[in-house]
T-cell receptor, first 113, second 118 residues
């Protein structure tokens, strides 16, 4: 089942902050975050594992609430280059689901000067 | 380090014609994925390979889609015959999979092939 992202779109001015949320109805092993610019490949930003480990971009932070199966991506002091569509991909815990990501519908982030 | 390579980048065909997409993953990545991305949507998994083995093809429409990954490196995705509804971007991704360290399994995507079926 597809995770749900919110909000669907965000408009910011440079320097402002934003939070993008991703919720799943299933128990998760990991949450992956990607940014995609128009006509380009999704670019890996962050991965958060069940248990608290994470790996990713120096200037972007995220959290994973295991009780709620929710993840949030925090974009602080936004730059023009942050514009794009952000996707979360969720990996369900257990057996044959390892490595299988189900992506949300995306959040469109637009940063203006 | 070279990323995931895909070709062609764009393809326009008429319906009922066959089409093939090629993917070369990052060197050393044992796991390869093919995704379909419709406009304004997130990628949807079509098939996942671990080395030469297709370990998850449950979402691949097998009546018209086929894929192969010979020698566990490059992969080809084929559609025959193509339908109007197949117009989309086809993304290939690769990862270290279960051979990676610490449980991380980040996937790296290629630029995709944009297919237009007329």
């Amino acid at each position: 089942q597809q995770p749900v992202q919110s909000p669907q779109a965000v408009i910011l001015r440079e320097g402002e902050d934003a939070v993008i949320n991703c919720s799943s109805s299933k128990a998760l092993y990991s949450v992956h975050w990607y940014r995609q610019k128009h006509g380009e490949a999704p670019v890996f930003l962050m991965i958060l594992l069940k248990g608290g480990e994470q790996k990713g971009h120096d200037k972007i932070s995220a959290s994973f609430n295991e009780k709620k199966q929710q993840s949030s991506l925090y974009l602080t002091a936004s730059q023009l280059s942050y514009s794009g569509t952000y996707f979360c991909g969720t990996e369900v815990a257990g057996g044959t689901s390892y490595g299988k990501l189900t992506f949300g519908q995306g959040t469109i982030l637009t940063v203006h000067p | 380090e070279a990323g995931v390579v895909q070709s062609p980048r764009y393809k326009i065909i008429e319906k009922k014609q066959p089409v093939a997409f090629w993917c070369n993953p990052i060197s050393g990545h044992n796991t390869l994925y093919w995704y379909l991305q419709n406009l304004g949507q997130g990628p949807e998994l079509l098939i996942r390979y671990e080395n030469e083995e297709a370990v998850d093809d449950s979402q691949l429409p097998k009546d018209r889609f086929s894929a192969e990954r010979l020698k566990g490196v490059d992969s080809t995705l084929k559609i025959q015959p193509a339908e109007l509804g197949d117009s989309a971007v086809y993304l290939c991704a690769s990862s270290l999979g279960r051979w990676g360290t610490s449980g991380y399994n980040e996937q790296f995507f290629g630029p995709g092939t944009r297919l237009t079926v007329l």
